[in-house]
């Protein structure tokens, strides 16, 4: 009888200890909570809508043409969320995130065009040349992509900006006492591609969105730095097809 009455007040202190854990759960650490917000978002994307237009010259067999060239596109950039690191401070959260990352770019290939204003009088077919050049769109939008990603802070403010957006967002949601963000975005410095060989005619220029990022000099093409403007907004516009005009003249 005694030991079945020790049993009784065993069982029951255990009952009362569990009820007590159960009623009070250990709180969770609202880092753990942002972090873990953070992976479920995965990424943060932002896009580059350009414009590229320039003039050539090519070399051919019969009168040179002389040809205007323009496509539009669409560089596209992600930050990944999946590797974060938090340091708190007060209210102040420090955020380290991995390095911005490029997608491939994306032209509207299905949809570009072609007009002539008057034949072209060589032994080259017209159609040809004019896939030439856009045979090279890739190689510009890659090289493109590398430059903005080097040099274009505005990319790398945009991206901070809507991370802090989200964790201030979370925060405030789990009450975790945040009421500022620093976000660390490490800038490596990317090698950029190699340009496509663009002939371009003697002195003129290749221009993305009205900035010029190429020259020709003396017959050589010459790379030219540029810096991208602060952001305007953000456009939901899509790429249009491009043009190609060619116009048959004597050197």
Known sequence: MRYLLVAILLLGLGVGIGTHWAEKPQPTDPLTVIVTQLKTQAI?????????????????????????????????????????????????????????????????????????????LNLVNEAELVNAELRKAS???????????KRDDTLYE?????????????????????????VDIPRPDPKLPALPKLELCPGSAADVNGLRFAKDESGFLIPVAFRVPPASGKTTEQP????????????
């Open 44 to 120: 943060i994307e932002h896009e580059r809508q350009i414009a590229v237009w320039y003039k050539a010259c090519p070399e051919v067999v019969g009168v040179n043409p002389e040809m205007f060239v323009a496509w539009p596109g669409k560089l596209s950039f992600e930050l990944p969320l999946d590797d974060v690191k938090l340091e708190r401070s007060g209210n102040l959260l420090t955020v380290h995130t991995a390095a911005i990352r490029p997608d491939e770019p994306a032209l509207p290939t299905d949809s570009l065009e072609y007009l002539a204003t008057e034949p072209i």
């Open 139 to 149: 190689g510009i939008a890659r090289y493109l992509t590398s430059y903005y990603l």
């Open 158 to 182: 945009a991206m901070a900006e809507e991370l802090k957006s989200l964790i201030l967002r979370i925060g405030g949601a789990i009450d975790a006492g945040i009421t500022e963000v620093r």
């Open 240 to 251: 249009r097809g491009a043009a190609v005009i060619i116009d048959a003249k004597k050197k």
